[in-house]
């Protein structure tokens, strides 16, 4: 096993930085628990991709990302099994490879597997990525493992649980056979998209709205399932598009001291780069899953019941059109769907939801953009819930309303880790574990 002494963790936008004392690399399960078993402290992380700060802080560090085998396929119930620190990219093409998927992807191949659940991570028109574990084995605060298939109830529990029950050691995902989406894009106007929505989630086996603020305008991408051999003739637009988010950069570099020009941005980009249609087919992954980013950003992400959509939406837009405050939201706001599931701390525990993401293009001064302020105020008013895994600023107060099972999560999490091995300061705020948050200022 590998141990680095005496450096810094920075996440993947620079955004959170922490000391350590110890960092480990392990490659396998007996390393794992031994690491976890030894120290009184640990928190463990993948690719940092996260921005909320859930992956750090604890002198004692583990990094995931060794313990990436693939570890069988079982070709008959169609699962894989898989280190936790496997890349989701490497997964994926791994399945595609035998002629699977996994239905419902997120818009990012560099995550690894084990901090994809833990944070709740999702796509759009299917369930949580959580959803399509079979089974998995959990390293427990003691360095003892839990193996949790689907006839357990702890499933739910874990399933989404920011690294605070234990570590995940392998999975097994469930998977499908493998299809081809005839995918179409095209702007619509809100008027336009809006009132469809429920309808295109029953026609469409994929819906997506990428909402352009500020334009009244959004660019509305279906994907409907066909024989792989139909043919389409793919247009896939102007070259130039490939350069949105360079152009984006570039508009908004000085938005954070005059927010007003991301209005006038988004005019921009709107024209140039979202006035298209494109048409084209390929797998979920390969037509949908962006490959590459030239740029970091600071994310947030909020999601609300289906049925109540409509009326957030309308409340969000008047708030940040209003010029008298500086609630401008930089190009896109992703609108994604969800069904609904039994996970503890799923956004779609028990309903239906749209997710919506808020993006800062400047992640340094991510601090000074309101608008991720008004987001939240706006979803929580309506019993919104954040992405575990991008910013907030509730804490238990709030999350205690919103999310049924939180108290029986956190007293879960107590029996789980009665020392508190794996809380961080930001995660020992957010269940309210005030002893952690003491002891923690020592080591943070
Ligand atoms: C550009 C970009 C696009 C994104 N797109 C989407 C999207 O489409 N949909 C979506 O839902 N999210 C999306 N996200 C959020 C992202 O999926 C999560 O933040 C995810 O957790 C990042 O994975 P990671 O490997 O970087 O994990 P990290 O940020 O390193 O860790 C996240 C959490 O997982 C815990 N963890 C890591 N490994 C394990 C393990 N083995 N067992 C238990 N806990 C573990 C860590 O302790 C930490 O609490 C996006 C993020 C970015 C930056």
Redesign the pocket.
Known sequence: MEQKKNGTWVS?NENLKHDYKSLYKVTTEEELREVIANNDKI?????????AD??AGTAALLD?KSYNKIVSYDYNAKTITVE??VILGDLLEAIEKVGWCIPCL???NT??I??????????TSGKLLSEYIASCRLVLADGSVKEINKEDNLLNAVKVS??MLG??STVTFQCEPEYTLHIKERPENDNQWLPKVQERLKKHAFLRILWLPHTNNGYVITGDKINPDTEVKENLGPKFLKHRRTASKILYKYSHVFPWITAVANKLLYRGFFSSKKEHKGSLYQATVTKS?GST?E?A?WTVGLSKFPQVFAELKEEINKWSNNSFIHIPMDVRFVQKDEAWLSYAYNEDIVTMGCVSRNAATADTYEAFKTVENIFLKYGGRP?W??RFAAKDAQLTKIYPKWEDFKELRAKLDPTNKFLNPYLAKLVNAKKAVNAEKVTA
């Not at 928190?43 to 921005?51: H, I, L, P, T, V």
């Not at 084990?114 to 944070?119: I, K, M, R, S, V």
């Open positions: 993947w928190r463990f992380f993948g690719n940092k991709q996260s921005s859930i992956a995931m936790s620190g997120p818009d990012i995550i690894t084990g901090g994809a659940l833990a944070t709740g991570t999702h796509g920011l690294g570590v995940l980013r950003l994310l992400e992405h895994g991008k």
